[in-house]
Nanobody, 125 residues
Framework: QVRLVESGGGAVQAGGTLRLSCATT????????MAWFRQAPGKDREGVAS???????TYADSVKGRFTISKDNTNNTLHLEMNSLKPEDTGMYYC???????????????????WGQGTQVTVSS
């Protein structure tokens, strides 16, 4: 069974940059559709970006042009490069994976079975 461990979160000012990583163990990341989700206090968990087995990516409208998802299958690691950060990007960021997720569900939490514990991102104005 795959295990996911996120890292790279922190506190930055608006306009700053962070790079999140998600280490995959127990199974090769190349076998999975993977995604990043985030959850702000008092709000539902929302999809940020996904990447398919074939490398096809999807993004939430709120992060398009600012965030980039990538997957290093050699090192079994998922990344999220976050630029031009805004206070509304604040939240706990989670990595998720599953063997097959239809494209229309790749930004919905219900599409994924495996989750990491999350890493906190705080953006101040």
């Amino acid at each position: 069974q795959v295990r996911l461990v996120e890292s790279g979160g922190g506190a930055v000012q608006a306009g700053g940059t962070l790079r999140l990583s998600c280490a995959t163990t127990g199974s090769a990341s190349s076998r999975y559709v993977m995604a990043w989700f985030r959850q702000a206090p008092g709000k539902d968990r929302e999809g940020v970006a996904s990447i398919g087995v074939n490398g096809f990516t999807t993004y939430a409208d709120s992060v398009k042009g600012r965030f980039t998802i990538s997957k290093d299958n050699t090192n079994n690691t998922l990344h999220l490069e976050m630029n031009s950060l805004k206070p509304e990007d604040t939240g706990m960021y989670y990595c998720a994976a599953d063997h097959w997720v239809p494209l229309f569900k790749q930004l919905t939490p219900a599409g994924f079975s495996f989750w990491g514990q999350g890493t906190q991102v705080t953006v101040s104005s």
